[in-house]
Structure formats: C-alpha cells, structure tokens
C-alpha cells in the first residue's frame, strides 16, 4: 500500500550525489523525498580527498567548508612497490574531509531545505509507470513522478533491475575491494600519497580534526587466497612497499577494525534504465586512483538539477529529459572514465609500475597531462 503524497522526485540513496540532487531539486520547489539505508553520520570506504572542482558548488549548497578549516592538498607522491617514486604538485589540488562529516553536514543542509529524508529506509523495489511511480521500502510504498537512482557502486536494486555489470565475468574490472582505516601519523598535511603493492594501491591523505584517511584498493583473490585474513594480506603484499610498512608501523589506529567493502566493479554503466535516471556511481564509478569520484558525483546531480529546472514539468517530459541528461553525462564523463581505465591499467603489476614511475620521473608534463585527463573545471 502507498502512503497519499505523490512526490515530484524520489531519489534513492543518500550519499554525495543523492543528498545534492535532492537539496537542489527541493531549492527548485520539487516537493522531493530521499532515501537512504543507512543512519546518518556513518562512515564509509572513500580515500576522503575531493579535488577542487566541487568546492564553489559544495559552498552555494551551503556547507561552511571555509570555516572547518579543513586541509588543503597539493602535491602528490606514487610510490611503486619497490619504493621507486616520483612527486608532483597538484595544480588544480583538492581538500580533505571525511565522509562522516561531509554527507552528515549534507544530510542536515537537506533536512533544512525541506527535503523529506527517510534514513534507515532501504529501498526493495520501483514500479515505474509513464506518471507515477512507486518506491517500495521494506514497510511502505511511496508515490513519486520522478524516481533518481543514486544509491552508489552495487546495491541490491542492480541485481534487481538485472543491470549487465553485475552479471558473473571473468573480466578484470569487476572484482575488488576497498579497505579503509582512520589514523593518526605525522605526515605532510599538503600531500597525497598513492603508494602501489602487487595488485593494488594505497592512498594516504589528510582530513579534518588532525586525522589521516588510509584506504587501499585490492583484489578480492588477493584477499581469498589469504582466507580473508586483512592482516596477513597487509603483512604479506602491501608492506613489500617500504612506504606503506613504515606508515603501518607509525601509525596510530583509530578504529578496532578497518571498513570493508566488496564486489567493487569498474565496467560500463549505463546512465539511465527505462525512465529510472542514475547519478554519481550508480551511473560510472571512476577508478579511485584519479581522486575524484566524489566530485564527478555531484557534478552529475547538478547537471541534472540544471537540466530539471530547464525542462518545465519534467514528469510530462522524460523522454527528452534522459537524452538531454545522456547527452551531457558522456559529454563530461565519458572521457574521464576511459582515461581512468587507462591508468589503472598502468598499476598492479609490480614490475610495470616500476617501469611507469621511472618512465613519468623524468616527463612531469605527461604526469600533468595524465592528470588533467580524469579531473574537471569547477562547476
Ligand atoms: C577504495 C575507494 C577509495 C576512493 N577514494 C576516493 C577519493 O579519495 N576521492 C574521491 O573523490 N572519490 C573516491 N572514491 C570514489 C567515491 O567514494 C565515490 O565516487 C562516491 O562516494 C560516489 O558517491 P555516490 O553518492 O554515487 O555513492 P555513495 O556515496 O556510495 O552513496 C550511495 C548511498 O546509497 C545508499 N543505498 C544503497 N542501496 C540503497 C537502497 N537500496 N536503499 C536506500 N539507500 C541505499 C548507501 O547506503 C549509500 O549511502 C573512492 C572509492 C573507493 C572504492
């Protein structure tokens, strides 16, 4: 049974890009309803670095990211696994926040703006129809003339709308997992570190309150040839590098136990399924060696707010809406997606990631330009 509102958007999933559709879409007068599985604040696997270009769109929602002084990031360092490296700075650079802090400072900024936020609410099901829709929750239905699918790299709803990425492959895109600890270390406070070990890289960089964001990405075979067992993997393959053995042991761990996530997939998505329109990286997750997942996910909901507010009573105009969307999707992503590709495909192999640092050494404008291929302008 639906409740009787009829919403004008739903929006499923409320981290970066579901929490900034929803606030801008309720600032546009849509009466917008968001859900989210979780209960805010919590944390999450993210190596916490944004890079700059969501800043000015972060600061108009109005998060007071002036005032949290928060560190701000420009230089970087890759290590290899041999401890081969090369630094670079960061032109365009980033800042550190944690997600704990940020989505929460949204999710209050949502509730502010109006926007009806249900939390502990997982969603099971939508039964789309050309006018209104419904969203099931594990307990109620919701009626909405727009429905967002912004509920990030793999939830149960993929499975349910049979999505092709997450069919069984044997292709090496589709199969890793992301580790994440907060620590406390003497670091330089300006940098990020992205140090390599077999199979997998190692980011390193500052957030708020004087702590640092560890998170790693890795096989999943990596980890099952190891029973599963996080400290024998670490001990046996990511120490290899002396950078990371030497952070480990430096290191002051906050948590008892690291954040864990799996079956992380970095094949083709499509950017809508029949009217269902998906943002940040329901639609294409971006590799998270090139930073910026975060800031391309919210970039996609203020396309699409842009795009909603251009087309009066957009329920009446889905069809052209999802080709516009479409359009300016791959005209910003596309390319940035590829070249992400691309570059994780120069790391994981030990010996080719040697050969990769040595070789860009020497070149920093390739470094430069590699860089300059997976980031955006500020929007
Ligand atoms: C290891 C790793 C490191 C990364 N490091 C960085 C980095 O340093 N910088 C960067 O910019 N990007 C990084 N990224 C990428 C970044 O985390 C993502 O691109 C970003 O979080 C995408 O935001 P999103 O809103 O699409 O998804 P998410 O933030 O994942 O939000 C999706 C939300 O949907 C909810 N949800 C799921 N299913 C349902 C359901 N059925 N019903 C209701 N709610 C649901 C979830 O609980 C979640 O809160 C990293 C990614 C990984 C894996």
């Known amino acids: 049974m639906s409740t009787q509102t009829t919403y004008d958007a739903a929006i499923i999933g409320g981290g970066l890009a579901g929490l900034t559709l929803a606030i801008q879409l309720q600032q546009q007068g849509l009466q917008t309803i968001l859900f989210e599985k979780e209960n805010y604040p919590f ?105 967002f699918g912004a509920w990030g790299k793999r939830a149960n709803l993929d499975v349910k709308l049979n999505r092709p990425f997450i069919q069984p492959t044997q292709r090496r895109l589709n199969d890793f997992i992301g ?27 500052k957030v708020e309150n004087n702590t640092y964001c560890l998170c790693y990405l890795t096989t999943a075979t990596q980890l099952k040839n190891r029973n599963g067992d996080i400290s024998q993997m670490e001990a046996e393959v990511l120490h290899k590098n002396p950078f990371l053995k030497l952070i480990f042991k430096r290191a002051r761990f906050i948590y008892d136990k690291p954040l864990v996530i799996s079956q992380i997939s970095f094949e083709k998505k499509s950017s809508h399924a029949g009217n269902l329109m998906f943002a940040g990286d329901a639609a294409g997750l971006i590799t998270p060696l090139c930073g910026n997942g975060m800031s391309m996910a919210m970039h996609a909901s203020f396309i699409l707010a842009g795009l909603i507010k251009q087309y009066k009573q957009p329920n009446k105009r889905k069809k052209e809406l999802i080709a516009a969307y479409l359009e300016a999707w791959n005209r910003e992503f596309a390319g940035r997606l ?29 470094t430069q330009w590699l860089i300059g291929k997976t980031h955006g302008k500020p929007f």
């Open 43 to 147: 944390h999450k696997v993210c190596g916490e670095y944004i890079s700059m270009e969501s800043w000015p769109f972060l600061e108009r929602l109005g998060v007071p990211l002036r005032e949290l002084q928060l560190p701000r990031i420009n230089q970087l360092l890759v290590s290899a696994p041999s401890g081969n490296y090369l630094t670079q700075p960061l032109h365009q650079g980033g800042f550190g926040i944690s997600r704990y802090m940020l989505d929460h400072l949204l999710y209050k900024k949502a509730l502010e703006v109006g926007v009806t936020v249900l939390c502990n609410a997982k969603v099971t099901d939508i039964r789309e129809a050309a006018d209104v829709s419904e969203v099931q929750t594990l307990h109620e239905a919701f009626n909405t003339k727009l429905v």
């Open 179 to 205: 580790v994440k600890y907060h620590i406390e270390i003497d670091e330089p406070e300006n940098r990020i570190a992205l140090h390599n070990f077999e199979n997998g890289y190692c980011g390193i960089s």
């Open 338 to 366: 590829k070249a992400g590709r691309f570059i994780q495909g120069l790391f994981g192999n030990p010996l080719l990631t040697n050969l990769t640092v040595s070789a860009l050494k020497p070149m920093p404008f390739v």
